[in-house]
C-alpha cells in the first residue's frame, strides 16, 4: 500500500468493519462520504478505507472469516447542511433511516442523522454546534 497523508488527531484511531456484502458497503460509504467531504483513502483485494475506517470482506486477510456485527459509528459534519446530505446520500445508498436530521439532547447544539448501513451499522453524522478548532486536523506525512 502506498501512502500517503493521514490527518489523525481525534479520539479513535481506526474503526474496522467486517461485511457481507462488500460492494454493497462500497456503494454506502462512497455516498455518505462524498456528502461529508471525506476523500476515499485507498482499496485493496478484499477491502477499502476512509479516514479512520477501514472496511473489508468476511474472505479478507484481516476478518479472519468473522464479521462485526452491529456498531454505532458517529461521523463529524461541518455544519447542519453536511448533516442533512449526509442523510440524504445515505438513504439514496439503500440505507434505512434511524433518525432523521435534528437536535439532540446530548448537549446544546447537537444536530445529527442516524441510518442503517447495509450490514445493519448504526451510521451517524453529527454537527456539535459553533465552535473553534485549533487546527482541521493533525496531519501525518509517511
Do not use: C
Not at 456503494?27 to 479516514?51: I, S
Amino acid at each position: 500500500m502506498e501512502t500517503m497523508e493521514l490527518h489523525r488527531g481525534r479520539l479513535i484511531d481506526h474503526v474496522q468493519l467486517v461485511v457481507r456484502d462488500l460492494p454493497a458497503s462500497q456503494a454506502f460509504y462512497k455516498a455518505v462520504f462524498e456528502a461529508l467531504e471525506v476523500p476515499l483513502g485507498g482499496t485493496g483485494d478484499g477491502w477499502f478505507w476512509y479516514d479512520e475506517l477501514f472496511v473489508s470482506s468476511v474472505d479478507s486477510e484481516a476478518a479472519m472469516g468473522v464479521t462485526t456485527g452491529r456498531h454505532h459509528l458517529a461521523f463529524q459534519a461541518r455544519d447542519k447542511k453536511m448533516v442533512e446530505a449526509f442523510y440524504q446520500a445515505a438513504l439514496a445508498a439503500g440505507a434505512r433511516d434511524n433518525g432523521g436530521p435534528g437536535e439532540r439532547p446530548y448537549h446544546p447544539g447537537y444536530y445529527a442523522a442516524f441510518v442503517i448501513d447495509p450490514d445493519g451499522n448504526n451510521i451517524e453524522a453529527v454537527y456539535h454546534g459553533e465552535a473553534r478548532r485549533s487546527a482541521p486536523s493533525v496531519v501525518i506525512t509517511f
